[in-house]
């Protein structure tokens, strides 16, 4: 049950072979049997059971039900909900507790969703491991050994969900910063996921943990409630199994909103993954740029399995370049610094958030918050902001970063001008890390890796899909990365799913864990 | 599922990194080297020593610390990085806000639409008093190291 396609999952449920309260306990059950991998900061329990009985009686009642209808839905942690605990994976928002929905859960609970628990994340989305979380770092499912396997008849009581123990290393991290959400859909704990994307935060954990994960164009989801990053680059992310699940997704939540004044007006038409793309009349471009130093042998591997997969079928193939793709890394780096030195100014300890010790002054209080509520990565990102941002380096690196944009983003105007359909690239340079090998470098050093391939997107806006097409030599799952002009969110989830029917990738499943325990 | 006995791969994957790639099959669009250009760092602008005055004015504008050799190096690594934009000739390129920049956005009409949210906007304050927020003394400013 925990592996079907929601569609199939919404026909069980229209027909009576499992209610939606069954489902939910199906999954909070799964959820306990994977707790070693400290997917969620808040679980909400009591609610998903509560909106799952509410769900079971609109089944019952024969009425018109919602697409998502008795559907467990997981929300990385940064997006606020009302009367349930939004920690942002931070210390500072440790007792913090919205009254209000962001719009993205507002949206999927109206068409039915059931909200299941806030998914863990590094502190303030700032991150591409999932391990810089005050929460303690997210796991990966694949390949991890379980203690409930391992030592069957003689389970410990000992894990609390959070991770302390450093001798116990010996795991691969999910990538980040939504690593709880793409966990939770890999492992079956829940359907689907948001997570937010600033320069790859969605797509890296969906490619991490072999599952798909949607960057939707910029303005198309609304992102009020959604604690910002980076609000020119921001965007709520979707991870599901399939491209079928994020687009049902898609399809409910998509559109204007009144309470975010960038997502755009005009009615959204829906995704329709029924209608099909005639691979034969697309033009699909190989950005040579992509092949980036230190990519690992597989993913240039895999890359060209799908570009001949494409020319096989009949599409046209071709190299193309975006000369200032190299540059992207650089210019994400400086831009979401000043973002964030000046987003993170909100954080003083005074309407909400932690509160310092330090009352001799306003000044003195501010800083011992911060200083208490913020770890070194937030930290450093705002003074490295702020450095930017002086009156003498202004120009040198604030503009220049916002001028090497608008080059980026013309590279991909360009080639979508030139007749290019749509671009095929790697998500990432490599496969999922392991944790003692990830933690040998600081985190502006891993971000600078991972986000290579990711963030060019959120520099220019446009629609970004990852889906698992293979497994690499080591039997871990790698992810390619399909991008569309700005707005053709529908395109990239289209050859998305030609793709996956051509690849049936084997979909990690830990039923073997309800089996006998 | 086969149990996940070393870390073995990790290692493989940094060697076989950068290694031209010579399989005759890979499809003719995928390069089979790295295509990025090379340029000679030498003649970036050099990160020049991040001066206590300056360190003492960043703190006071971010309220953060930077209390540490390691942060004052994290801070150059960002420097040195983004000192690698320079090479980027732009005198003629305007400065990107927003991908939203030609497109029409809502805008609502100026009038107020929600309110009495009193309760809900003072209750995740750590102190208030009769319905105010409270803070220490102002203009005073920040002078110790002390970190609280």
Redesign the interface.
Known sequence: MLSLPIREVLKHLKEGKITARDLIELCLKRSEKVKELNIFVTETGELARQQADDSSNRLKSGNEIGPLEGIPIGFKDNFCSNGIRTSCGSRMLA???P??HATMIEKTLNNGGVLLGKTNMDEFAMGAGSVDSASGPVRNPW???FKSRRHKNNQSEDSKGHVTDKEDD???ITGGSSGGSAAAVASGVCFGAFGSDTGGSTRIPASFCGVTGLKPS??RLSRHGLIPLVN?MDVPGIIGKTTEDVATILNCVSG?D?KD?????GSYQPVNLQESIDVKKLHIG?P??Y????????V??T??QI??ML?NAGAK???VSLP?T??SI??Y??LC?CEV?SNMARY?????????????????????S???G?N?VV??R???????L?KENYE??F?????????I?EDFQKVFKSGVNMLVTPTT??PA??Y??FMEE?N?TRC?QLDVFTQPSNL??IPALTLPVSL?????PIGIQILAP?LHDDKVLLLGNWIEQQVNFPFLNLD?LDEGV | MKPFSNLQYAVTASRLANAVINRRELHKSIPPAPTWKLHDKSKFPQVKEITKKQVDQLERLGLVELNNEEGIKSLSEAIESANGLYVVETSTVKPLDTVLETMPLYLRVDEMNDGNCKKDVLKNAAKVEEDYFVAPPGNIPLKSTDKG
């Open positions: 007792n913090f507790i009254p209000y390949k991890y050994k010996d795991w691969l910029y303005g020119s204007l009144l004044s960038t997502t755009l007006p190989i040579k740029e092949h980036a130093p230190d990519t690992t042998e597989d240039i591997t890359w060209g570009a001949d020319d193939v071709s190299q200032y190299q540059y650089k210019v780096s400086v610094c030195a003083d300890g005074i309407e909400f958030g932690y509160r310092g010790t330090n009352e001799q002054s306003t000044e003195e209080m501010f800083a011992s911060r200083h208490h913020f070194d930290r450093g705002i003074m490295a902001g702020n450095y930017f002086l040198r690196y503009i220049q970063a916002q001028k090497i944009r608008r080059l983003s340079i490599n890390l392991p003692r090998y600081d502006q600078s220019a806006g690499s030599t080591d039997q871990l700005h073997c």
